[in-house]
């Protein structure tokens, strides 16, 4: 029987509902709670966030006339939090709380020195459906295939295996319900490392407190619906436990350092709590938080909501500082057998959306979502079928509290992603986030129209193909439109830096002149655009040869520039003339002839 696990209920809202709203009945929070605005994600009644343009926080004064108050909380993307004060919370009804929420919003919009406002939405995490609680076939991880110990939906790992079981060195934060770090497969292993519980809630933390270093995972449950396990299940995947300890389960990584960082409770997370960590988890700066000493580069993020990702705008800003950072953020497209492009952050930019596979390696039409947003397609599994016949449903088996299930739904389809990523990694620890995405293109195995009857990206996700793809670095250099300048004039230098055959964006080129008394260049430095381009402006000053130098992460090329003598070219000139005026006259002369 399907079990579906649908946690609609933000971690404050409870705290609001508790103590902010007494006079709303059950009813109506359960109303005001699944409300769903324009079809995008519910949100915390009485709640707003508000990003101003010079980060500056609202005065008691001004907030006034907007029916607010300040909750003395700022947040990491410089956004503030206000509320509607609990004295009015607790006379409305679930209809209009919800209309003053959006009010204020709009209202806050039309201020000119407000960059953006928006309700604090409230993730969820994705469906997933458990099974027995213990088995032994991971089917996910096999060679591709239809041989031995090959399963046509598998990902190619034991092939990798060979040589490349990962490395601690490489960090993957796992944003979800915590972890069991007494879980018999996980007690004593080296691949769990510190973390942190960013839920702010207290009560919905289910753990009586608020903030902490302490990410375990103390349940979810958000009746009817039971604890979910649901971080420990994905972390698992990714490889936090004792692969190859002759117990339990295997990962895709042999040895990782996996963070578990806490963001869903009882019933759900806050948009606010999870912006939060997506910065804690690359290493940026939260307000009232330690540091994270030990910045992750891939983010998994095994959580969403419905509406397309403008409805936060706060949550695209910590995506890109997450990018611009470093940490490719690794997304579920969802499970509502939809387009992902009507659910966040699935359809945010920065990230990599995974739609969800089966045993055959194809896309699982009843639940996984699809569309142009989606990056690629990895194992998330079928409990409807049993198509390897082994006589248990075709679910992703990992850990939960008590041992082992099989679950599905995108939400185990990501962690595959993160993992193969963290092995790549192992590797080449230098892969930016555009390159571990334009890798994973490159190496996906593609699938029929039968496979993939609706839009599923690249492919398969195929963790043979990209150890051996080109991350050579390398950079053209051309002056445009000349090489020869005279005293005063100017060209464009212009470096094209690729890697491997994939455009490097964001990389900082340094321009010099060998001879600064022949030639100068200005701007020193230009960061490579989307084509992998960055410009300088070359002048020429005086008589010579110069090289003209463009370096990048040390790798350089250059292009000869020549100032030529302004004398020489007036000598040449001057003979040019006297050359004409002869021809000239010596025509007149011929013509007084003849006459």
Known sequence: MRIPLLVLVALAAIGIARAEAQELTPEDVRTLLEFNLSDTASFVPGVIIVKMRQNQELSANQLQPYGLESAARQLSGGEYIYRIPSSQMQVMGAT??????????????????????????????????????????????????????????????????????????????????????????????????????MISDPGTGNDGDGRDDDPTDPGDACAPQPDSWHGTHVAGTVGVGRTDNAEGVAGVNWEVSVQPVRVLGVCGGTIADINDAIRWAAGLTVPGVPDNPTPARVINMSLGASGSCSVSPSTQAAIDDAFDAGAAVVVAAGNEASDAANFFPASCDNVITVAASDYRGRLVNRYSNFGATVEIMAPGGDLNRDDDGDGNPDGVLSMVQGGYAYYNGTSMATPH????????????????????????????????????????GAGLLNAVGGTVVDTTLRITLRLDPDEKLRNGETTTAIATVRRGGTPAS????????????????????????????????????????????????????????????????GIVALALLMIVTAMLRRRRRRAALRA
């Open 96 to 197: 209009q709380a919800r209309d003053a929420t959006l009010s204020a919003v709009e209202a806050m919009r039309e201020r000119d020195d407000v960059e953006y406002a928006q309700p604090n939405y409230i993730l969820r995490i994705l469906d997933r459906e458990p099974s027995d609680p213990r088995f032994t076939e991971q089917w996910h991880y096999r060679n591709n295939g239809t041989g031995p110990g090959e399963s046509p939906g598998g990902i190619g790992l034991p092939t990798v295996w060979e040589t490349n079981r990962g490395s601690r060195d490489v960090v993957v934060s796992i944003l979800d319900t915590g972890i069991l770090p007494d879980h018999p497969d996980i007690v004593g292993s080296a691949n769990l490392i510190a973390g942190y519980d």
């Open 417 to 456: 992603v993160a993992g193969v990523l963290a092995l790549w990694l192992a590797e080449d620890p230098t892969l930016t986030p555009d390159q571990m995405l334009a890798e994973l293109e490159a190496a996906a195995l593609p699938r029929s129209a039968t496979e993939c009857p609706r839009p599923c």
């Open 506 to 569: 964001g990389l900082t080129v340094a321009f010099a002149s060998e001879d600064t008394d022949v030639a100068t260049v200005s701007p020193a430095a230009a960061v490579t655009d989307g084509d992998g381009v960055a410009r300088s402006t070359v002048t020429g000053v005086s008589r010579g040869d110069a090289n003209i130098t463009a370096t990048v992460d040390g790798v350089t090329a250059s292009q000869p520039v020549e100032v030529p003598d302004l004398a020489t070219i």
